[in-house]
């Protein structure tokens, strides 16, 4: 699987397209044009992810069951947006209009990779969540990888 990492500053053309930075590319191995999904992220973002990767978190949605409230949401929620892109032979990536308007993207692009997603920022939005880290990352990481609890709300 993947483990991305980086993050990368990029323009966003009048077509709405964005190129891969050549690190980035190296990341997903392999040649020719890389298959993605793209939808909303939790906060004003977008989220890119690998067509296989995107198949997996597509089967552990298709576990829920729909019967309860909390679970068609969750799916309508995680699918709301979901486009299918390819990049060019320039490895650029076409972001529909509809994704750029909800993220607030402009001509100034955020790409953050990690795990096995990139998410795609309007360079505004990013600089101000970074901005917002908090006064002690220390105590952050202490209380989320501490312990073992790995984000857990135990104390």
């Known amino acids: 699987m993947y483990q991305f990492t980086g993050e990368f500053e990029c323009k966003l053309d009048a077509k709405?397209?964005?190129?891969?930075?050549?690190?980035?590319i190296r990341q997903l191995s392999g040649a020719g044009a890389y298959e993605f999904m793209v939808n909303r992220g939790f906060e004003n973002h977008l989220i890119l992810y690998p067509q296989d990767v995107w198949d997996e978190k597509t089967k552990e949605l298709n576990q829920l069951n729909i019967y309860i409230k909390k679970n068609r949401q969750a799916v309508r929620y995680f699918y709301r947006g979901a486009t299918a892109i390819t990049s060019d032979a320039s490895d650029r990536i076409l972001i529909p209009?509809?994704?750029?308007?909800?993220?607030?993207?402009?001509?100034?692009?955020?790409?953050?990779a990690y795990q096995d997603m990139i998410e795609i920022w309007s360079k505004e939005a990013y600089e101000q969540t970074?901005?917002?880290?908090?006064d002690n990352f220390s105590q952050l990481a202490e209380e989320v990888f501490g312990n073992g609890n790995q984000g857990s709300d135990n104390e």
């Open 16 to 24: 709405g397209r964005v190129k891969l930075p050549a690190n980035l």
């Open 130 to 134: 970074i901005n917002e880290e908090p």
């Open 97 to 112: 209009k509809s994704l750029i308007e909800y993220a607030g993207i402009g001509k100034e692009v955020v790409l953050f």
